[in-house]
């Protein structure tokens, strides 16, 4: 025993997956140049950290998920520009992680550095909206970063952006689909109506109601990545339950954690059939499954 | 016979066993009803009718006091004395009534006629005599200030807000938030609530005047006369006088900033440490965020009552790590009291100061730090 008091570790109390720590170690790095943005953009889209995401999701053995986010980042650019947006790609070459999982993990110091970084990086850019496909990245910008009110940037989640530009979408196929409301999007920042209403642009696509919708929806388990245990799989098994009991063929998400988590227990569930828990449908974000209705390629 | 007690002993210890059983399972039920506080159920718990369980009841209740009293009236009459005499002398000193009454006889007491003098004779040249008018009598008077009084002190819940209006305008919402109840906040109601517990004291005093002077001839009628009118008087300066020195040195009401630093730094043992818990306290226990809370729908009924523990202090360890911030106990909070931004205050809290050495790509379980060592610097 020494007698040198333990310092405190809590990053280790709380099972980091690998993309944590990645970011993380990105956060701690300091160094930074100066940069600036070819062109004036008026918008801004933040795909937030899915290539990280992706890297925990390939290379890691603890999960089964198979998801793949670049692809939301792909479709989400494709939408703007279907929508006559030309947004400025804030991705993770000059940006960093928004810092929402270390913030809601009580880990304020890689988050102030986080903040800080993206700020900095926010006023070199000069855009006037901020959109992002992430349910997470829309509440911290908007409540713990206070873009409005600092840096006078609104702040927008990417159902918003699209939402009355007249877009038009045909499913190649009849689908019934299921809305689900992340936490972030729905009872953090009160939009229910946007993701919606882009659903029901879908030509052949119907839309039912899961038994706990807006309001009291069902949470996915795992926001900011705190666990991935017994309980967190049960609220999503129950989550999934009811998505069976009405029937769909798809569900559609809004934050790319909901995305990650129920399509990772879906392949869990397709995997070890003996246990008996089977779902029949897919899980996709819903920026997928707009690009997968687009009438004409652009 | 010694058979039969044996039988007798082993019939009362079974049924003593059987009820003390009855007993264990009632309290376990009533602890576990008092975890599922379901608002579903509580909806369906019912009281007992007023009719006919409470009203056979009372009835049987009243018939049966009656009957003790008839019974005690007809068979047990009371031990009477010999009959009053109206011819004998007036007693000396007078009897009294009970010590309780004594301010009621000693208003009867200090009053007197009522009359008005008006000097008629002083306008010249009508030579008329003087008048006195005779408005009450003291039997009447004396009998008035009684209601008076009783009055006064029934009406204080009716009009005490309404006077606190007029007296003090800036002030502020008087009507519906009420007034200062300390006495150093308000010298004057308090100046008043002493002239009246003093002036009953002397009225008490006052209407033994006749026993006092059997025993002590030189404290006259004059003198205790004066006493009653003055030392009520006499009380309430010296109050308001007290009162309002100490409020001008310092003693101010305080104001929310201050009471707030109060329950912080002054009160440890509630640990109070943000202004965010100060909020918690709207909450008014409705039990809808324990009811929808997932993490207590799926694991630890008891073990991981998140909301349950934050109102038993104990919103730390595997608790507050285990919430899921999804938000549905704000979405149903009636007080719309946001829950998961008091997670997030708690957690920040928690880990307060922490380094991030070591927290980058090391496996869990290496170096010298176990898993789950959180070192608190308290």
Known sequence: ?298 | MSEEKILEDDASEMIAESIQEQQELDTIRKLENREEHSVLEASLVKGEPLYPHELSRDTVYTFYVLSIMFYLGAFVPPPLHESADPTAGTAYPPPLPDWYLLWAFGCLKVATDLKIGLPLSMIPFLGLDDIELFLMSAKVWGTLVQGLIVGLVVAVPFIDRALGAVIDPQYGDVINRGHERRPIEDPVRAAIGVYGIAMVIMLSVFSINANIALYYPEVTTDLLYALTLWGPIACALITYLFLDRRRSEGAKPLSDEERFDLYTKGIQDRRMQRIYEFKLNRCYQCGLCDDICPVRDMEGEHELNIIFNTFQNKHDGVALWSCISCGMCTAVCPQNIEYVDYVLEQRLLATLGASTEGANLDLPGTGSTPVGGVAYER
């Open chain 1, 1 to 298: 025993m020494s007698d040198k008091p333990r310092q405190k570790t809590y990053a280790r109390t709380i099972p980091h997956p690998l993309f944590e720590r990645l970011i993380v170690d990105d956060a701690m790095n300091k160094e930074s140049n100066e940069w600036k943005p070819e062109r004036y953009h008026e918008y801004g889209y933040f795909p937030g950290c899915v290539d990280f995401m992706d890297v925990e999701v390939k290379f890691t053995h603890l999960n089964k998920g198979d998801a793949d986010h670049a692809s939301i980042a792909a479709a989400s650019i494709k939408l703007l520009n279907y929508a006559d947006i030309d947004p400025l790609v804030l991705d993770m070459n000059v940006f960093k992680c928004s810092g929402h999982d270390q913030l809601w993990q009580g880990n304020l110091e890689v988050f102030d550095a986080l903040k800080e970084h993206n700020l900095k990086r926010l006023k070199e850019s000069g855009i006037k909206i901020i959109t992002c496909s992430c349910a997470e990245c829309y509440r911290t910008f908007a409540v713990d970063y206070d873009l409005p009110n600092t840096l006078g940037i609104k702040v927008e989640h990417i159902t918003q952006t699209l939402q009355g530009r007249g877009l038009k979408f045909k499913a190649p196929e009849n689908v019934t689909v299921a809305y689900h409301d992340p936490c972030r999007l729905g009872r953090m920042m009160g939009e229910y109506e946007a993701p919606r209403d882009l659903i029901q642009l879908v030509d052949g696509a119907t839309m039912v109601e899961l038994e706990n919708n807006k309001e009291r929806a069902l949470c996915c388990g795992v926001s900011s990545m705190m666990y991935c245990n017994d309980a967190t799989k049960a609220v999503r098994r129950k989550r999934l339950d009811q998505g069976t009991d009405a029937g769909i063929d798809l569900m559609l998400g809004g934050c790319p954690k909901c995305y990650m988590h129920m399509q990772c227990m879906l392949n869990e569930e397709r995997m070890n059939p003996e246990e008996g828990h089977h779902h029949d449908y897919e899980m996709m974000d819903l920026m997928q499954f707009l690009v997968a209705c687009l009438e004409d390629e652009k």
